[in-house]
């Protein structure tokens, strides 16, 4: 192995380690603690910018949006439900200097090369939850609470006026709920290129377990969104077409591999022929 390949770091005491661990989880809750104190200071915007779907559809479904309203029934509700917003929040302020903490630590252990392929995932990573985020915020939140509008019934022919007026809590629930999921389901291809890269699993493997994959998709989606076709729809299809993703992705790691592999046979022929 080449020496610019090494291990940088000589081998530390366990009681270093826990030192330097400690640093980045300092480190770690501080840009936490900062990102929910900033969050909880706009608590009341944030929330208000997160009713813009719920507004959309209320819009998109010829409605009347001056009579718009969300509820709570719990003198303390909306409180906590701005307590959620922050924690919530500040996570997603922090995760960059939290991902950066989890690096700083562990690239010590790695080798350069490691390193290298490690930082491209590391930036991934929260491109994608964005994009899950922004999947749920602009299209599907709007569409579910149309279908849930839609279920409204007026008060004609001596029927009972039923009326949908979300309580502030459940419907921030359902929009943390949808992006987490969506977040998380936007990884599969970050987590099956880590995966192939350490040959755990390979693009074949990964093919032939389309239809299994498939399946647990629309139980996953089942199980952590509404219970509703179109948000279940949402989560499973898009979590189909990251699989098939994840897939590509497995096979262009494979290729690079094989290329690596060929390089590094033509340099070894190269020097046993000197």
């Known amino acids: 192995m080449s020496v610019e390949n090494d291990i940088e770091d000589k081998p530390q005491p366990l009681v270093e380690h826990l030192i330097e661990l400690r640093k980045r989880l300092v480190w770690s809750l501080a840009a936490f603690f900062a990102g929910f104190l900033l969050c909880f200071a706009f608590a009341r915007d944030l929330f208000n910018i997160l009713v813009l779907p719920y507004k959309w559809a209320v819009v998109w479904s010829g409605l009347d949006p001056d009579k718009m309203q969300l509820i709570y029934t719990a ?94 809590s459940e419907y921030l629930s359902l929009i943390m709920s949808l992006v987490l999921a969506f977040g998380l389901v936007f990884q599969l291809p970050v987590v099956t290129t880590l995966l192939s890269r350490a040959g755990l699993v390979s693009a074949a493997w990964l093919a032939k377990q389309r239809k299994f994959a498939i399946v647990i998709a629309f139980i996953i989606a089942a199980v952590l969104t509404p219970p509703d076709p179109l948000s279940q729809l949402g989560l499973a299809l898009p979590t189909v077409i990251l699989y098939e993703v994840a897939i590509y992705a497995a096979k262009l790691v494979e290729r690079r591999r094989k290329e690596q592999g060929g390089d590094a046979e033509e340099t070894t022929s190269s020097e046993d022929e000197v």
Do not use: D, H, W
């Open 75 to 168: 003198p303390q509700e909306f409180f906590f439900t701005q307590i959620k917003i922050s924690l919530f929040g500040g996570l997603l302020l922090a995760f960059p200097i939290i991902a950066f903490q989890v690096y700083s630590f562990v690239a010590p252990g790695l080798y350069r090369n490691e390193r290298s392929a490690f930082l491209p995932f590391l930036v991934a990573s929260p491109i994608l939850f964005i994009a899950g985020g922004a999947i749920v915020y602009f299209f599907l939140i709007p569409v579910v609470m149309m279908f849930f509008l839609g279920m409204q019934q007026a008060p004609e022919g001596g029927e009972v006026a039923i009326s949908l007026l979300p309580k502030v």
